[in-house]
T-cell receptor, first 113, second 118 residues
Framework: AAGVIQSPRHLIKEKRETATLKCYPIPRHDTVYWYQQGPGQDPQFLISFYEKMQSDKGSIPDRFSAQQFSDYHSELNMSSLELGDSALYFCASSLAGIVYEQYFGPGTRLTVT | AQTVTQSQPEMSVQEAETVTLSCTYD???????LFWYKQPPSRQMILVIRQEAYKQQNATENRFSVNFQKAAKSFSLKISDSQLGDAAMYFCAYRSPVGTSGTYKYIFGTGTRLKVLA
């Protein structure tokens, strides 16, 4: 069965650079969630989208932005990267109305040097 | 399909007392993970405790312990010596094994709001 696809799987950037993470949800899923998990920390909810509109917002820094496109894939844009942004970024998808059933992708490991 | 059920929308406990939050789940998998997450008003999801299905021993983290009954598909959370800071929404969650596509599924219960009375 198709799963959530995240690209790239690994990304190395320098401080003050910009990074873009992509998430392709499971086919027919219309809701996407982004999470950030720092080393030794719990996953932090960043933001979610339903039908291309932002549906919920968590602890997403102002330097980050995200959007969902017409094909339901989502991109997380991160600017002015800081060392503390180094983390594993997970994307999850679900069908609208079933927010408690989320399918997680393998994650993108971002390292900021 | 897997399901997670938290039948207690709200619970109250007196400070320093013990409270148990219930969670039942359904799955046909034999290898999975169960979690209890705490979500304070800040919306941050804080992992409280984790249980691997293959482990018979109940997980314990300081004042938090679980009663994992695999055959009954029950996973309750016991909070001992409740503190005011324990007040939050508590979510029970099931995580499936990783599939061939690298994807795994998380299913959350609807949550139990815990109030701690001084």
């Amino acid at each position: 069965a198709a799963g959530v696809i995240q690209s790239p799987r690994h990304l190395i950037k320098e401080k003050r650079e910009t990074a873009t993470l992509k998430c392709y949800p499971i086919p027919r899923h219309d809701t996407v969630y982004w999470y950030q998990q720092g080393p030794g920390q719990d996953p932090q909810f960043l933001i979610s989208f339903y039908e291309k509109m932002q549906s919920d917002k968590g602890s997403i820094p102002d330097r980050f932005s995200a959007q969902q496109f017409s094909d339901y894939h989502s991109e997380l844009n991160m600017s002015s990267l800081e060392l503390g942004d180094s983390a594993l970024y997970f994307c999850a998808s679900s069908l609208a109305g079933i927010v408690y059933e989320q399918y997680f992708g393998p994650g993108t490991r971002l390292t900021v040097t | 399909a897997q399901t997670v059920t938290q039948s207690q929308p709200e619970m109250s406990v007196q400070e320093a007392e013990t409270v148990t939050l219930s969670c039942t789940y359904d799955t046909s998998e034999s290898d999975y993970y169960l979690f209890w997450y705490k979500q304070p008003p800040s919306r941050q999801m804080i992992l409280v405790i984790r249980q691997e299905a293959y482990k018979q021993q109940n997980a314990t983290e300081n004042r938090f312990s679980v009663n994992f009954q695999k055959a009954a598909k029950s996973f309750s959370l016991k909070i001992s010596d409740s503190q005011l800071g324990d007040a939050a929404m508590y979510f029970c969650a099931y995580r499936s094994p990783v599939g061939t596509s690298g994807t795994y599924k998380y299913i959350f219960g609807t949550g139990t709001r815990l109030k701690v009375l001084a």
